[in-house]
């Protein structure tokens, strides 16, 4: 789980010949090396793995243990060793770390000829890349995190193909619900859970993340109404995306109930108590179908302890009739309003029918603290007004698509206003968060923009305004990158890193697309060059996508089901946080039936505020999440879109 964050001298140009004698590539590190001291530390270069679109910014770092006085030579070759250009960079955008001293970008825009390269600086040489179009570049990239997604399934509906799944948590089929649970400030369970209705049918979904199998209707429905977005927006592209989409939605369509008036945003117990007589799911490491032939009788193994896991208790939101909290209400209603988009007839107007009820039941006076999961700080929200504005703006798109009558939809045209007014009010100062699981501000303006431009009404907000909030979010992250070498947007070590960057690289394609300027279009590919590859640690945090990257992701999935050499079966498409800070590391412990799984040697490349390791038990690293593989899935396919960057 992921605490929400809110949030570096000179050497002669013949010292640069000594790379010929330096290089190490970083795939071929040997985890048991000494790290050479700085006087001797390898050059390394980091480039975007996957490629670049022959219109879009593009450059590469090298680091090196100090300055070079009169700047640095580099190449890039193409396939057959040639030359195609050249360039010498005197740009040292910043120290690294006592190891690496200076860091260097490298820009090669001027190259936009389709093929296969490599950068190249003294004898140090990069991982190939592609120069290509976007849809040759990322459209697989799409296909692939659509794949995790089918990996994550649960209940009887699975692809056996993929990581040989089985049906699982069918006990869900028939749940009971229970009253909100309180925990310590240990996350420890304090009591008993006390059951109050059922049973409910809450089968289905997807898991949360690679280290457990809880469901929580927060994040799922954040990530479901992102790929159904990609999924309206590119129509047959990919063929496997809107069904998947859709399974994620026929599990939320199970989360309310409009008759009883009552939410639920939670299946599974995520930790017991510290006595263990109630134990939770991060108590055992197996795959999911184990978890109905669990024997939970007395003097059994495990025992009643585990009731709780194979009998997986259901959380309401709220008590069947009550206000619930807005977070929830806008996400779900956003979702619902997006189904109908997708669909025709009586399947479309039940669908507005869901999003417009559970809108209603919003609570947004007196709101104080969010309901996000139990225990909360497993995703400890604070930001709602996003939620609303997109609940508002799906529901108002949603009448378009279903050819409402003007008044209702200039009605839910203008709540959509009021929304996007309160959120803009929150402001954007420096320091603060962009677009990812905890703020949806950018993608609900877009929506936004899109449903005024198509609605032939007076806008209920000025369009200017909108776009000049989205640049303000973009401007957030050119702040933050300030502080960091390969310029990332957020808070390196204490933010999710990796979706954080997904998220600036959406948001500019959104500003531009609303008649923004290419003003941050450096910035933000270097977001997505971030998350494929040009970090420090040279490694992608997307699975299967670039040369190197994860091959021992938290998973119990891909650790049981799967390989552990990162080839052959892995869990495809899967996006992991990448790195984190240093004291997240100390104390991680095995499980009981995890399987040993470390790959290279990445330590060498940390500094005081991130580090990064290929390891199961290195969850703060390797941990697969949704929220996170959704953002990637929405990024992937702006950049694969004909005619992006090209």
Known sequence: MRPHPLRRTGITLAALTALATLTVPAAARAATAAPPSPATA??????????????????????????????????????????????????????????????????????????????????????????????ALYGQLVNNAVRYFTSERDGPDVESPVLSRKPANLTDERAYVYSAPRYDSDDNLIGALKRVSGPVNVAGGWFDAGGGYEKFGYTASYTDALMLIAARDNPGAYPTLRPEAEFGLQW?????????????????????????????????????????????????????????VKNRPVFEAAAPGKKVSPDLAGRYAADFALGAQLSRGASARHLEGLARSVYADAKTTDVGPILTAY????????????????????????????????????????????????????????????????????????????????????????????????????????????????????????????????????????????????????????QLNFALGANAWGSSFVIGAGTVYPHCPQS??????????????????????????????????????????????????????????????????????DDYTAISLLAFSLAAAPGAAS
């Open 252 to 308: 939320i369509t199970k989360l309310w109930n409009p008759a009883q008036r009552v939410l639920y945003m939670q299946v599974g117990i995520g930790n017991g108590n510290a006595s263990n007589t109630i134990q939770g799911d991060y108590n055992f490491w197996f795959l999911p179908q184990r978890e109905d032939l669990l024997d939970v009788a007395k003097g059994a193994d495990p025992g009643p302890s585990a009731y709780y």
């Open 375 to 526: 225990p909360d700080d497993y995703y400890p929200g604070t930001e709602w007004k996003s939620d609303m504005l997109w609940g508002a703006t799906e529901i108002a798109l949603a009448d378009e698509a279903l050819k409402a009558p003007r008044p209702v939809l200039r009605s839910d045209l203008a709540v959509a206003g009021r929304w996007a007014r309160a959120y803009i009010a929150q402001g954007h100062p420096a320091g603060s968060d962009t677009l990812n699981l905890y703020d949806n501000g950018a993608v609900a303006e877009a929506e936004l923009l899109r449903a005024m431009r198509a609605s032939g009404i007076p806008d209920a907000i000025g369009p200017k305004l909108l776009v000049s909030d989205l640049g303000a979010q973009l401007r957030v992250g050119e702040q933050w990158a300030k502080g960091d070498p390969f310029a990332l947007g957020t808070d390196l070590g204490p933010a999710d890193a990796a979706p954080h960057a997904f998220g600036l690289y959406v948001t500019d394609e959104l500003y531009r697309q609303a008649g923004g300027s290419a003003q941050y279009q450096a910035f933000a590919q270097q």
């Open 42 to 135: 390898a050059p390394e270069i980091r480039v975007n793995q996957v490629g670049y679109q022959p219109g879009a910014p593009k450059a590469a770092y090298v680091m090196l243990p100090a300055r070079v006085a009169s700047g640095v030579p580099f190449t890039v070759t193409d396939a057959h060793g040639t030359v195609v250009y050249r360039g010498t960079s005197h740009n040292d955008v910043g120290r690294w770390s006592s190891r690496y001293q200076a860091v260097y970008l490298l820009s090669f825009s001027g190259l936009r000829q389709c093929g296969t390269y490599r950068v190249r600086a003294g004898s140090a040489v990069s991982p190939a890349f592609a120069i290509a179009s976007g849809t």
């Open 556 to 625: 119990e999935i891909a650790n049981l089901a799967g390989s552990l050499t990162g080839h052959g079966s892995i869990q495809l498409g899967a996006v992991t946080d990448g790195p984190s800070s240093p004291g997240n590391f100390v104390g991680l412990g095995t499980v009981t039936g995890m399987r040993a799984c470390s790959a290279g040697s990445f330590s060498a490349d940390n500094n005081s505020s991130a580090a990064y390791e290929d390891n199961v038990l290195s969850w703060p690293s390797v941990e697969p999440a």
